[in-house]
């Protein structure tokens, strides 16, 4: 069986999505392994930054946001607009996985997305640093990764591993999102 081209007459699809965690954890340099035209110097994002790309069949809008502490109270502006979260995960840092874990509860129980259904990629980032890095299955047992998807039927989760540095895990995640996206939309 032969790989369908697209038409180029029909329209990719458009998603908006966030894309927030905990600074340092990696989200501008995923975001840019699937943008064309992001520098190849990667600077913490102040506020957030807005991207844009085509991949997968879909126009992606991506409201990349910052990750420290002041900053995190504006990811719920967002909320209103997105289809789907990409909420990044540093897996080298023991340190502050607590606070992911509550960043990431507090993002789940906000209004905008309480009631209505969305897709939700975990990137499970700087899983190749070594020994000191927390296991996927540490890191969901943390987040508590299985009582949420009982209790909250309305999030389509998927829990991808990935090195933001190399770029692996990165296409996998995305194209998961913009699968999930479709289905659910």
């Known amino acids: 069986m032969g790989v369908m081209a697209s038409n180029p007459c029909v329209a990719p699809r458009q998603a908006s999505v966030v894309c927030c965690g905990l600074d340092n954890a990696g989200k501008s340099t995923i975001l840019s392994h699937l943008c064309d035209d992001l520098p190849s110097v990667i600077h913490p994002t102040p506020g957030m930054a807005l991207q844009h790309f085509i991949k997968y069949g879909v126009q992606w809008r991506v409201w990349d946001c910052s990750g420290t502490g002041a900053s995190r109270g504006m990811w719920s502006l967002f909320y209103p ?105």
């Open 81 to 185: 607009h997105a289809a789907g979260v990409v909420f990044v995960v540093d897996a080298s840092d023991r340190d502050r996985i607590s606070c992911a874990k509550d960043e990431l509860e507090a993002l789940l129980l906000h209004p905008d997305f309480r009631k209505r259904h969305f897709s939700l990629l975990l990137m499970l980032n700087k899983m190749d640093l070594g020994e000191n890095t927390m296991s996927a299955v540490e890191i969901e047992t943390i987040l508590r990764l299985k009582h949420l998807q009982v209790s909250q039927r309305n999030v389509d989760l998927h829990v991808q591993s990935c090195s933001a540095i190399k770029g692996t895990g990165i296409e996998e995640g995305f194209r998961w999102l913009a699968d999930s996206m479709s289905s659910s939309g």
